[in-house]
């Protein structure tokens, strides 16, 4: 296992990056670096491990080899577990394992809390995952969950926008603002509508 492909995985805002070792037909194994590192904290362990997985060591975003976030967009605990989410659909994995270390440990934890029928282990490394009150559990889960699979499905929706007249753009304006009058609409749409060479 000492050899590893490099992937990369395409985002809104550009890549994530991951280290993979072993055979794709082999049993799924995402590991998950801690705070400020990035994919090499397994590169000493992974060779260790059973041969019989696919492992394959992101880099959060911002770390690594994997793209930045727009400068000014803080980089929140959820998105991380959003980043595994991503990671996760691209390699059209079911159900894996998750392996996280530190912070990895935590956002490995809390994706487990989120999607548990998409994980059969939990490997922590010098981390205690994720713990929330009782009381607050259910509601958080059923929001957090929202959150992420509405942002990934929009995304995957993501075409080129249509142009059209601006006749037709106030009309559609209006269809989806139903509280807005023609000339609020036509105000709006003054600094709201881009003119493209299509329209």
Request: a neutral charge; charged letters at 20%.
């Amino acid at each position: 296992l000492g050899m590893f492909s490099e992937l990369k995985f395409l985002v809104p805002w550009g890549h994530v990056a991951a280290k993979a070792w072993g055979h794709s037909e082999g049993h799924p194994v995402l590991c998950l670096h801690g705070w400020l590192d990035n994919a090499n904290t397994f590169d000493k362990l992974i060779p260790l491990l059973p041969r019989d997985c696919y492992y394959v060591a992101m880099d959060f975003s911002g770390h690594g080899l994997s793209s930045h976030r727009p400068a000014g967009c803080p980089y929140h605990f959820l998105d991380y577990v959003t980043d595994v989410r991503r990671v996760a659909a691209a390699l059209q994995w079911r159900r894996f394992t998750l392996m996280g270390h530190s912070m990895g440990g935590a956002v490995a934890g809390m994706f487990c809390f989120l999607y548990p029928e998409m994980v059969d282990k939990l490997i922590l490394l010098e981390s205690l995952g994720f713990l929330l009150a009782p009381e607050d559990t259910e509601a958080w889960l059923k929001s957090k969950r929202r959150v992420i699979d509405t942002l990934l499905s929009l995304e995957a929706k993501q075409q080129t926008p249509k142009a059209r007249g601006p006749e037709a753009a106030l009309q559609r304006l209006l269809e989806a603002n139903s509280h807005l009058t023609a000339e609020g609409g036509a105000i709006l749409l003054q600094r709201g509508a881009t003119e493209t060479p299509a329209g």
